[in-house]
């Protein structure tokens, strides 16, 4: 068996100059799908079934101050380190719904429809992965947000501002919901971002769905299953959760970190979303080295598709083990 | 903000008391789905459309022997260490369809519609995710088979014995083809699972499909965009393949290795499956020392789906890094 270098790897170094088999003159027998897969993916924690759902993904620019205690070389290098693209940034959002001890929850909502006509379909697309899933968010009977950035709450109106749960209760942290309802903070928001933050909010919940909201205690079981923990920095009110039947848990954290490959990787990288960056470094720090010595799953809104693996220490850092895919529920 | 110790994980710890919302007098508005989401995923190499196609996966008690040159606990430590569980195995299989300058191209077929049936679902999905991805097996031109082992060419029937492709040439290395074929070595194939191998191969070839076989040679464009590259050692005519169109390309590793935490990992570790181990291990790590030093991609055949990533080198083995999954095409 010849096992030479020029054996074995002929073919690829060989790529260079072969030409093509022409193909001009035939013709597929069947065209390209031309599409992507509907993207959402099921797992049982104990009896609760979980569903991830892809919301899209949003790539943009990498701008100079993206992470505010490092350079843009710094971030480039993480990515590099990743095998992701320099200069760019691909954020990808993956809300959950929980089918738990007689109902149906959500966790989180995606950038909504209206995002998804001005994205051409790179973000939004929760309510059609929904609907591949076979959730009819008529039956959704609990909205849980994590935060009110626009990313989780769009999701709760559609395109026309009409609301896309219309029998869920909304809940949030107490916290949270005090914050950006507080005429007071609104006031004192420094124009721009969270100007426009807070205004997204009250638009979205001055619809009549703020009659609808049940504020939540933070370490209290909040529907079926489902705990919320406190994981405030990245909002004030930010919340994690953990979901639980059996001896099986994992831990839902939401905006926790961002990308794994560069926040989880770096816990000292303060994104330029973080709105109390030292905060959030302290809750990323604590949480994530309880998921280490817990040996727990984590479940993150910004991780690629499926969105959930394991966590070991790595230096100052953590490594991420993207779960192994389940060709079975 | 308080963010004690208790506070922020006062959540998780209080699940081990925390009892749980009572939910025998709720019924969920929507059952559970049950059942997990068709596993095929799509991505483009230039111009090509490639996709992923689950066969499903395989778990069985780790045999003392699984890899012949280590321990049964050095297996498990690796599988620990990747956050799988002791003293099993999960090994997933993906081939791919592709669809590429007017040709429809499978690589490998799977474990086949009669394991489906044995397996009670676990393996042989490749028809039904096929059929989910809009892929007609008639409309498929070239079958390349990486090799003749039972999970790669027994998807080429229906449980009835009837070819799955009917308008397909099917392609394998020569050397591969003729030592399955050849009367001698089959005579001499120690009984067991040697000689069941050479019997599988002859049941199915044997059903006429053996007219429609075309023998390759390695380092030869074979099909449009796909280039047969030596891969010996797995079996004696184990084939790789590398999909290339314009400026990308991605190698089809096929069973080069086996699942990336344990066999990406350990390239010294010799799969028992391996018909000549230190040939397999030599091709292995030529093969991964190129693919790290062009940074190409990888399809791996028993990848965790959607089987896709980037290597590093990591002390003696590659450190795998999972593809981020793309939600638009």
Redesign the interface.
């Known amino acids: 068996?010849?096992?030479s270098?020029r054996?074995?790897?002929?073919?690829?170094a060989?790529?260079a100059t072969?030409p093509?088999?022409s193909?001009t003159?035939?013709?597929?027998?069947?065209?390209?799908?031309?599409?992507?897969?509907?993207?959402?993916?099921?797992y049982k924690i104990g009896d609760i079934?979980v569903?991830a759902i892809?919301?899209?993904?949003n790539t943009f620019n990498l701008p100079d101050t993206f992470v505010a205690n490092k350079t843009k070389a710094e971030v480039n290098a993480a990515l590099e380190k990743?095998?992701?693209p320099a200069d760019k940034f691909?954020v990808?959002f993956a809300p959950v719904v929980i089918?738990?001890?007689?109902?149906?929850i959500a966790i989180d909502t995606g950038n909504g429809p209206a995002a998804f006509a001005s994205s051409k379909?790179?973000v939004g697309?929760y309510q059609t992965n929904l609907a591949a899933?076979?959730?009819?968010p008529k039956?959704?009977?609990i909205v849980l947000i994590s935060h009110f950035h626009g990313d989780h709450v769009n999701g709760l109106l559609d395109a026309e501002g009409k609301q896309l749960f219309p029998?869920a209760q909304v809940m949030a942290s107490s916290?949270e919901w005090k914050y950006w309802m507080d005429d007071g903070e609104m006031s004192r928001a420094p124009a721009g971002r969270m100007a426009d933050l807070f205004k997204n909010n009250r638009r979205i919940f001055e619809t009549g769905l703020q009659k609808k909201v049940t504020p939540f205690e933070?370490?209290?079981?909040v529907?079926?299953?489902v705990?919320?923990?406190?994981?405030?920095g990245h909002t004030?009110g930010h919340s994690a959760f953990?979901i639980?039947s059996g001896s099986d848990?994992i831990?839902v954290q939401s905006d926790t970190t961002n990308h794994p490959?560069v926040f989880v990787a770096n816990p000292g990288f303060h994104l330029m979303f973080d709105q109390?960056a030292k905060?959030a470094e302290?809750?990323r720090r604590?949480?994530y080295d309880?998921l280490v010595a817990?040996?727990?799953r984590v479940q993150g809104y910004h991780f690629?598709?499926?969105a959930q693996?394991?966590v070991t220490k790595d230096g100052d850092g953590y490594r991420y083990?993207?779960v192994?895919?389940?060709?079975?529920?």
Chains 1, 2 share one sequence.
Do not use: C
């Open positions: 068996m010849d096992l270098r054996h074995v790897l002929g073919g690829a060989a790529l072969a093509m088999i193909t003159a035939a013709e597929a027998a069947a065209p390209p799908a031309g599409k992507q897969v509907a993207s959402f993916y099921r079934e569903t892809a919301d899209g993904t990743a095998f992701l691909s990808p089918n738990s001890g007689g109902k149906l379909g790179n697309q899933a076979g959730i009819d039956n959704i009977d029998n916290t933070w370490g209290k079981e529907a079926p299953g705990t919320a923990i406190a994981a405030p004030p953990v639980a848990k831990f490959a109390d905060m302290e809750t604590k949480i309880m817990e040996k727990m690629p598709f499926p693996g394991n083990f993207p192994q895919w389940s060709t079975a529920l």
